[in-house]
């Protein structure tokens, strides 16, 4: 990394005015790019971070990120402050992100320090980071994909990718292979769920009612995702008429 510029400062009154005007006839994403612009992103916390380079090659479609290996869009949480208009990709094999900045007329591949990451969006999918001493018991630390929140629980989705060494005939080269998990968090526990079965061992009080959802609902091997993110919403509807109910 280049030695580090000196910090543009601008005067509060100076934000103040263009914020007022800007909010005006802009979204939050789009102040935040234009903020960013002004000062530099550059002179920011995002630009705190570590220099990235590729370890692995891979010679066929059985890549390590998230969905490609192109950049996408994509926002952070990093050190308490929001960014958007980003381009990102994601490591599912070290379980990190890879930032594309512009650092003068230099285009710099930077992976944000893991622990300052709160949370980010990439290709409008929301995940977040989980580092507290419970998930740490449970080893389950990292960035997960939320797929349903509310006030009863979070329902999310952990994306991995093993990595495989292959020789070929004249290099050697490396395979990942997608690993991905579902867990909920409720009740401050973590629980690992794959099907209805798993739902109603949590929630036994509802057997009847999750039994009888499923049966009602009936999805494809190829929208698992739709049926898990469909059944926790109806666990949640329950939820709140016990609650209700209880009062």
């Known amino acids: 990394m280049q030695k580090k510029r000196r910090p543009t400062f601008i005067p509060l009154f100076y934000i103040s005015c263009f914020s007022f005007v800007f909010g005006q006839t802009k979204s939050n994403d789009q102040y935040h790019e234009w903020f960013d612009g002004l000062v530099g992103i550059e002179n920011t916390a995002l630009y705190n971070g570590i220099g990235y380079i590729e370890k692995y090659k891979v010679i066929n479609d059985y890549h390590k990120f998230y969905k490609t290996t192109d950049f996408l869009p994509g926002s952070i949480v990093y050190d308490k402050n929001y960014y958007s208009g980003l381009e990102m990709k994601y490591d599912l094999d070290e379980d990190l992100i890879v930032l594309n ?13 893991k622990k300052k990451v709160m949370r980010f969006t990439i290709d409008n999918h929301s995940f977040i980071n989980i580092n507290d001493s419970l998930a740490s018991a449970f080893n389950i630390l990292g960035f997960h994909e939320v797929l349903l929140e509310n006030s009863s629980f979070q329902l999310l989705e952990k994306h991995q990718k093993k990595r495989f060494q292959r020789k070929g005939k004249n290099t050697v080269y490396h395979e990942f292979k997608s690993r991905n998990f579902n867990i909920l968090h409720y009740n401050n526990e973590y629980f690992t769920v794959k099907n209805r079965k798993d739902f109603t061992k949590i929630f036994p009080e509802f057997k009847k009612q999750i039994e009888t959802y499923s049966k009602k609902k009936s999805f494809p091997k190829s929208t698992y995702r739709q049926h898990l993110v469909s059944l926790a919403r109806r666990i949640h509807e329950l939820l709140l008429e016990q609650k209700i109910n209880s009062k």
């Open 101 to 113: 900045l512009k650092h003068g007329l230099r285009i710099v591949l930077l992976q944000p320090i």
